[in-house]
């Protein structure tokens, strides 16, 4: 790569790294597999930079790179292998406020395709079609996603409250 092109490609890293991360983190479900996700797409996006660089729109392109790396990592095997039953505490998580930290935790409960849908619509701030573009499907798969995600991810914040249990000292 030469030095405008590598500049070029530096610059544009500058300027989206954080909301890929961002896109990556609530993908993966936490910021250690996030910031994997985002290096993994931007290595390959490095590689692939004067293809990348000339498409009609690059965020879009880099999305949906970012995408695939998702997809891919959950497809291999040691994406299953698990060291913690919980993650331990992050600097990540620390300053969020409480209502971000319950969205998170939620939306690792939505099946992976909604929960793909979720984020890019949400907090990538896609349109309903830039949404299926990226992800490859049609406009009304994202939409019906949408819908099940949502309620995946209300019903994820708002559980159903366990019935009380009567005591045996009630009255009748």
């Known amino acids: ?17 954080p909301r890929l991360r961002r896109i990556a983190t609530l993908l993966a479900g936490d910021p250690a597999r996030g910031d994997d996700l985002v290096q993994e797409t931007l290595t390959k996006l490095f590689v692939q930079w004067k ?22 990592d959950r497809r291999r095997k ?7 039953d919980t993650m331990p505490e992050s600097a990540y998580t620390a300053s969020d406020p409480a209502d ?6 939620a939306l690792r409960q939505v099946p992976k395709g909604q929960r793909a849908v979720l984020v890019l619509r949400f907090f990538g701030d896609l349109s309903v079609n ?16 949408t819908a099940r ?24």
Do not use: H
């Open 1 to 17: 790569m030469r030095g405008a092109e590598r500049e070029a490609y530096v610059e544009y890293v500058s300027r989206c790294s």
């Open 51 to 72: 293809r990348a660089s000339g498409a009609d729109n690059i965020d879009r392109y880099v999305q949906r790179m970012l995408y695939r790396v998702f997809i891919d």
């Open 78 to 84: 040691w994406a299953s292998v698990r060291l913690f």
């Open 100 to 105: 971000a930290m319950a969205v998170r935790t």
């Open 130 to 145: 830039e949404t299926a573009e990226v992800l490859g499907c049609s406009v009304g798969n994202v939409k019906s996603q």
């Open 149 to 172: 995600g949502l309620e995946a991810l209300k019903g994820a914040l708002n559980p159903p409250e366990a019935p009380l249990a009567s005591s045996s000292g009630a009255s009748r």
